[in-house]
């Protein structure tokens, strides 16, 4: 059992104005009147410039996707400098991961000001990496982060995926109940090599695709060339969202070789395949591991963007989530952290780590 939430940004000044159809008096038909305003419950005290230290910071894990978004959370409740960091390019694998870089604040007080940050943000940023403290940020996965959240070795989660069944039947087994609350907005999307000329599929084609149903890239106005689809394992949160979100219960085929069991597999499939089709999650590919030789299809004739997810228009829009255990004391670290992630705060917070705030 678990409780989904979605919490919601509070809209104030013009866009509510706009949203609520309110109009000042005399304006328009004089027998118009203005509606009353609707306000968000005030946000709770304790949650207005939420901070902690080391010590009171929560046991937190997250999906690999997440990973970033978890970073620059816990820098900024903890007042650390957070800047992007490349990592150099991995050997046979045209691709450079970009992950945010947690900054040690004894040695970072008054080096970088903006000027310097504009002219070269990466400079000199391996040394002062606070190793000390990301080791204290698990990254178990999607699956793993629940099975640490469920066996109490995490106090709080951030995944690309609500509860699989597997784990479900994991908390069901410990008589745990989850809370899950939808903290960001991401998108599930497909890549394909550079060299492919095929670029649009509807989703059912996708979904043909990946039931067996369609083999070859001619059908599709593409090349005579078999396609390979891609897969991924069971219970990571890109399979579990490929088979919920965009099979609708359906299983993928399964070809031989061709299941990758990490998120870096797809890539390194493609990278050198130009008949071959995967999936991973929008921000994946877009923040964290760019990569010049994979593209990514467009779906129903939209390409996945930042501004197709926010308003919706790209059909595979999903949610990230939040997640704690239900029994959590609620004025425990954990669950400020949790409740903060939905003020406006928050959510400014989310959206600085290129993530798609809530609508």
């Known amino acids: 059992m678990f409780t989904r939430q979605i919490t919601r940004v509070a809209l104030t000044g013009l866009a509510l104005a706009v949203l609520l159809g309110v109009f000042a008096p005399g304006c328009g038909d004089d027998k118009q009147q203005a509606k009353p305003q609707q306000t968000e419950p005030p946000v709770d005290p304790r949650l207005v410039g939420l901070r902690f230290t080391d010590d009171e910071l929560p046991r937190l894990d997250s999906s690999t996707s997440a990973r970033p ?100 039947t994991l908390a069901k087994e410990k008589n745990v109940e989850l809370d899950v609350r939808a903290v960001a907005l991401d998108a599930f999307v497909f890549l394909r090599n550079v060299e492919n000329t095929v670029t649009d599929l509807t989703a059912e084609q996708i979904r043909d695709i ?57 890539y390194n499939s493609l990278g050198s395949n130009a008949t071959g089709i995967g999936y991973t999650f929008y921000y994946y590919n877009a923040f964290i591991s760019p990569n010049e030789a994979i593209k990514t299809f467009a779906v129903n004739g939209v390409a996945p963007t930042s501004k197709t997810i926010a308003d919706g228009r790209y059909p595979f829009v999903t949610e990230v989530y939040v997640v704690t255990r239900k029994a959590l004391d609620p004025d425990s670290n954990a669950a400020l952290l949790r409740d903060w992630l939905g003020t406006p705060e928050g959510q400014a917070v989310v959206a600085e780590s290129s993530y798609v705030p809530l609508p």
Not at 118 to 133: C, I, Q, R, V, Y
């Open 210 to 266: 990946f039931r067996g149903n369609i083999t070859n890239w001619k059908d599709l106005d593409g090349p005579d060339q078999d396609i390979k689809a891609f897969t991924r394992n069971r219970n990571s949160g890109s399979q579990e969202t490929m088979v919920s979100l965009v099979m609708k219960g359906e299983a993928t085929i399964e070809g031989r070789n061709m299941m990758s069991a990490s998120m870096a597999g797809p």
């Open 69 to 168: 978004l978890i970073i620059w959370i816990a820098s900024h409740l903890t007042g650390r400098e957070c800047l992007w960091s490349p990592i150099p390019k991995m050997m046979f694998v045209r691709r450079s991961q970009i992950f945010p870089v947690a900054l040690r604040p004894d040695v970072t007080a008054g080096m970088y000001d903006e000027a310097s940050r504009s002219e070269s943000p990466f400079k000199g940023m391996a040394n002062l990496t606070d190793t000390d403290f990301l080791g204290t940020l698990s990254l178990h996965g999607t699956h793993g982060s629940y099975v640490q959240l469920i066996e109490d070795k995490a106090d709080l989660i951030i995944v690309a995926r609500e509860p699989s069944k597997d784990e479900l």
